[in-house]
C-alpha cells in the first residue's frame, strides 16, 4: 500500500525537452493516458484495456516509493512521464548482488508526440542522470514486447542492449518479451545520431 506520492526537487534539461518532478498536480494529465487502450496497449505487458482515476494514482504512488518519477515537457507541455525505479524483481536482482540495479518505466502519453524523438531524448537524460548523478551500476527496460518496435528502438539508441528473453502472448497473439540492460561501465554519453546504431535484436 502506498503513502502518498513521494517526490523530489530534480530538473533535467535537454535540446527539446525536459524532465521536471511529477506531483499530485499531474494526475488529472496522466489519468487519461492510463485509460487508453493503444497506449497500454504498448505499456502493459497483461492485456490491460484501462485502469480507473484511483488504480493509476495507486500505481504512480507505489512506483514513487522507490523511484524518481518525471514529467516529460516538451516545449512547457507535458506529454509523458519518465522514472528510475529501483528494480523490484527478485530474479534480476539476484543477478546481480551488491550491485545498484533500477529500471526505466516510460510513457509518452500524447500519441501525436511518438515517433518524434521525444522518448529517446527522455531515456538519454534520465540515463545520464543515472550514471553520473546517482551512480547506478545496471539500468533495466524491462519486458519490452516484440510489437513494440519504438520502444526497443529508443532504448537502443542509448546504448541498450537486449539481456534476456521471454516467450509470451500479448492480446491473444504470440510475443516475446525483451529485457534490455545498460552497465555504467559500458555506457558512453551522446553516441552520434543517425551513425547506425544495431538492432538490440540479435
Ligand atoms: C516507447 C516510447 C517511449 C518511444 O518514444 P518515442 O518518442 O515514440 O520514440 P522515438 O521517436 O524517440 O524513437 C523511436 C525509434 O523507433 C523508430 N520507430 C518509430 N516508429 C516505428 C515503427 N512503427 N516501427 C519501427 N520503428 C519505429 C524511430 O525511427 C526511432 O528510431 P531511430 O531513432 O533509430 O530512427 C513511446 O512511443 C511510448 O511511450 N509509447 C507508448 C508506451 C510505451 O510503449 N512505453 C514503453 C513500454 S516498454
Not at 522514472?83 to 530474479?91: C, G
Not at 519486458?143 to 542509448?158: D, M, T, W
Not at 529485457?179 to 555504467?184: E, G, N
Request: hydrophobic share 35%.
Amino acid at each position: 500500500m502506498a503513502n502518498g506520492l513521494r517526490t523530489h526537487t530534480i530538473t533535467l534539461r535537454g535540446l527539446r525537452i525536459t524532465l521536471r518532478p511529477l506531483t499530485g498536480a499531474d494526475y488529472p494529465l496522466i489519468v487519461p493516458w492510463y485509460q487508453d487502450p493503444e497506449v497500454l496497449f504498448f505499456s502493459e505487458g497483461a492485456e490491460v484495456h484501462s485502469y480507473s482515476p484511483s488504480e493509476t494514482i495507486s500505481i504512480l504512488e507505489e512506483i514513487s516509493q522507490t523511484a524518481h518519477c518525471f514529467m516529460i515537457e516538451a516545449g512547457g507541455r507535458p506529454i509523458g512521464e519518465i522514472a528510475l525505479q529501483r528494480m523490484n524483481l527478485p530474479l534480476l536482482l539476484a543477478r546481480h548482488p551488491g550491485r545498484d540495479v533500477r529500471r526505466m518505466p516510460v510513457t509518452i502519453g500524447e500519441k501525436g508526440c511518438w515517433g518524434k524523438g521525444f522518448g529517446t531524448e527522455a531515456i538519454r537524460l534520465l540515463t545520464r542522470f543515472a550514471f553520473t548523478d546517482e551512480k547506478v551500476d545496471i539500468l533495466y527496460a524491462v519486458g519490452i514486447g516484440s510489437y513494440n518496435p519504438r520502444s526497443l528502438r529508443a532504448f537502443a539508441r542509448v546504448g541498450f542492449l537486449v539481456d534476456g528473453s521471454q516467450p509470451s502472448t500479448h492480446h491473444g497473439a504470440a510475443t516475446i518479451d525483451y529485457d534490455l540492460r545498460l552497465d555504467r561501465s559500458s555506457w558512453t554519453d551522446l553516441p552520434p545520431p543517425g551513425t547506425g546504431v544495431q538492432s538490440p535484436l540479435r
